[in-house]
Every structure is written in structure tokens, then in C-alpha cells.
């Protein structure tokens, strides 16, 4: 069965230091991944995903993550936080042959000035 | 491109009425929508899919009689929350793939959202 866990509820990092927001998820097979953000009053947008190629996914706004499957993990990262960054992520898993999406509870990001 | 939208951004109705939120693609076609719905501070649960032409599909535990989708064209699909009552109130949000692609591989695109209360 799929699931996803995003282990941190609240993440809060000062403007220029670096993000880390973990996933790690369960899947019978090889699934796909993404990230999306939400920020108030706006659609969630995707981030970036992860589809069978390249293990180290970039994305929009300077956001990366990388698939380890040795670990179940699809962290996604950022060298330097901007205000702009604060919102809701979620991480995204789905299994192609089921062709279902299961969000994770999401983590806030707050960035101090 | 790929924007679409959701109509009303909020609505508050009386325990025992129904609304009506609509999802529109502006300027793709979308064959296939999707409905969640997400309470404060949670995550999105998917409610059912909406196919254009045909008959919604609904996710285990989500009762079809209460929310009622239609999807008459390529560029819209409606939810109607029948006779609401206050468990009701959340935040529903929608989706849309472009084209007929795959959920499990494609980006969703998502709308606003819908802020629902229900006194």
C-alpha cells in the first residue's frame, strides 16, 4: 500500500539559510514522486517530481530533492530560504498502476527575517 | 498557461441547503478533474475524479448522493454539496490534468479552492 510520511510538521528557518523538509514513503512499487506547494489564498503548484529518471529532481524557485530508494526518501531541499518561500508543502507519492496520488500531511515552512 | 479556477472562493449556506462550487480550466481542455477536499491544517484527501462525459468516480467512504460532480464539458466540472449540514464545512479544492494523461505520472493543476461553511 502507498503512504507517505512528511516528518516534520513546522519547519523554521532564517532568510538565507538552507531547507530541508523530509519525505519518506511506502510503495510496492517503483512510484512516483512530487512536491507541491500551497501558499494561502493560491492553488498548490507544483515544485518538482520525480518519474523513474534522473534521482536528483530540480525544480522551480532554486527547490531540489533527491529519490533514494535505499531509503524510502524524497527530501526536498533549497541552498538559501527566501521569504517568499513560506507556505504549506506537501509531498506527493503514487504508484502508477493504481494511478491514485496520496498527499502527505504537509509541513509548514516559516522564514525569519 | 495551464491556470484554472474555482467559483465562489467562498460560501457560507444554512444547515440543509445545497451549493454549487464550480472548477473551470481556462485555457486547456481537461478530460479528467479531480475534487478534494482538506480540513485546517490537514492534508488533501481525494474525493472523486471527474470524467467529462461519463460517470464521477468516488473514493471509498465518500458518498456520491451527497456530493454530486458533473463534468458536462472539457473545461468544466461542478460539485454540489446536497442538503449541507455543518460537518460539511471545509476547504475543497480542485484539480485538472491536461489532456488524458495519467494521474500517477502528470501534474495537477490545481484551483484556489473553495472555502465552504455551513451554519
Known amino acids: 500500500a502507498q503512504s507517505v510520511t512528511q516528518l516534520d510538521s513546522h519547519v523554521s528557518v532564517s532568510e538565507g539559510t538552507p531547507v530541508l523538509l523530509r519525505c519518506n514513503y511506502s510503495s510496492s512499487y517503483s512510484p512516483s514522486l512530487f512536491w507541491y506547494v500551497q501558499h494561502p489564498n493560491k492553488g498548490l503548484q507544483l515544485l518538482l517530481k520525480y518519474t523513474s529518471a534522473a534521482t536528483l529532481v530540480k525544480g522551480i524557485n532554486g527547490f531540489e530533492a533527491e529519490f533514494k530508494k535505499s531509503e524510502t526518501s524524497f527530501h526536498l531541499t533549497k541552498p538559501s530560504a527566501h521569504m517568499s518561500d513560506a507556505a504549506e508543502y506537501f509531498c506527493?507519492?503514487?504508484?502508477?498502476?493504481?494511478?491514485?496520488?496520496?498527499f502527505g500531511p504537509g509541513t509548514s515552512l516559516s522564514v525569519i527575517p | 498557461g495551464a491556470v484554472v479556477s474555482q467559483h465562489p472562493s467562498w460560501v457560507i449556506c444554512k444547515s440543509g441547503t445545497s451549493v454549487k462550487i464550480e472548477c473551470r480550466s481556462l485555457?486547456?481542455?481537461?478530460?479528467?478533474m479531480f475534487w478534494y477536499r482538506q480540513f485546517p491544517k490537514q492534508s488533501l484527501m481525494l474525493m472523486a475524479t471527474?470524467?467529462?462525459?461519463?460517470?464521477?468516480?468516488?473514493e471509498q467512504g465518500v458518498e456520491k448522493d451527497k456530493f454530486l460532480i458533473n463534468h458536462a464539458s472539457l473545461t468544466l466540472s461542478t460539485l454540489t454539496v446536497t442538503s449541507a449540514h455543518p460537518e460539511d464545512s471545509s476547504f475543497y479544492i480542485c484539480?485538472?490534468?491536461?489532456?488524458?494523461?495519467?494521474?500517477?505520472?502528470?501534474?495537477?493543476?490545481f484551483g484556489p479552492g473553495t472555502r465552504l461553511t455551513v451554519l
Open positions: 506527493v507519492v503514487s504508484d502508477p498502476p493504481y494511478d491514485k496520488v496520496i
Open positions: 485555457d486547456f481542455q481537461a478530460t479528467t
Open positions: 484539480s485538472a490534468l491536461l489532456g488524458g494523461r495519467a494521474l500517477s505520472t502528470d501534474t495537477q493543476y
Open positions: 471527474s470524467n467529462e462525459g461519463s460517470k464521477a468516480t468516488y
